[in-house]
């Protein structure tokens, strides 16, 4: 069954660290670009960073390039996203999801994890 | 930067009737646009990519067009499940993904 599962959200105060992670499973992980995707309450959908599938190749949106950084391990099947200085507007689900062949879409999806960026 | 831009904001239909939502791109993204579908608490589901192709096991009722700038996705006799909020997304070499607004297709 292909699977994405993310973990390591929750609540941070503004200028904290929060890493979030995403194990997948039922796909060639090392073969897939990667990008995280996020969604603040009752807003629509923004694109984050992606990653292609050696890991040597990032992207980031300028919302967030300097504090975020995308990597992976192809060993453990796991994404991950390193967000530093965290801001109140960063605050939302951040899904992981996995790029078409060829790129250009995303066509498989996590559940989502939350942040919270609260004093 | 490209913007899409999403219409109507939200969109009243009724079981049975067919369903007209446009996407229109600020610059010609080709037809590096796809379409997604999102229901409340889950994450979105993709329906359309390549501007008109299908995705694995999306019902033949969905359907894109367009290329460029202009883009339309329809949903021929919309069941009780396809009420839902539906998204644009392109890509592009600069923002490398970028997503419109949604349109909520509520029921009338």
């Known amino acids: 069954e292909v699977q994405l599962v993310e973990s390591g959200g929750g609540s941070v105060p503004p200028g904290g660290s929060l890493r979030v992670s995403c194990v997948v499973s039922?796909?060639?992980?090392?073969?897939?670009?990667m990008s995280w995707v996020r969604q603040a309450p009752g807003k629509g959908l923004e694109w984050v960073s992606s990653?292609?599938?050696?890991?040597?190749?990032?992207y980031y949106a300028d919302s967030v390039k300097g504090r975020f950084s995308i990597s992976r391990d192809n060993s453990k099947n796991t994404l991950y996203l390193q967000m530093n200085s965290l801001r109140v507007e960063d605050t939302a689900v951040y899904y992981c999801?996995?790029?078409?062949?060829?790129?250009?879409?995303?066509?498989?999806w996590g559940q989502g994890t939350m942040v919270t960026v609260s004093s | 930067e490209i913007v899409l831009t999403q219409s109507p904001a939200t969109l009243s239909s009724s079981p049975g009737e067919r369903a007209t939502l446009s996407c229109r791109a600020s610059?010609?993204?080709?037809?590096?646009l796809a379409w997604y579908q999102q229901k409340p608490g889950q994450a979105p589901r993709l329906l359309i990519y390549?501007?008109?192709t299908r995705a694995t096991g999306i019902p033949a009722r969905f359907s894109g067009i367009g290329s460029g700038t202009d883009f339309t996705l329809t949903i021929t006799s919309l069941e009780p499940e396809d009420f839902a909020v539906y998204y644009c997304?392109?890509?592009?070499?600069?923002?490398?993904?970028?997503f419109g607004q949604g349109t909520k297709l509520e029921i009338k």
């Open positions: 990653i292609n599938g050696h890991g040597d190749d990032t």
């Open positions: 999801a996995k790029a078409t062949v060829p790129v250009g879409a995303f066509d498989i």
């Open positions: 997304q392109q890509r592009s070499k600069w923002p490398l993904y970028g």
């Open positions: 390549d501007a008109t």
């Open positions: 610059q010609s993204v080709s037809s590096n």
């Open positions: 039922g796909f060639s992980f090392s073969t897939s670009g």
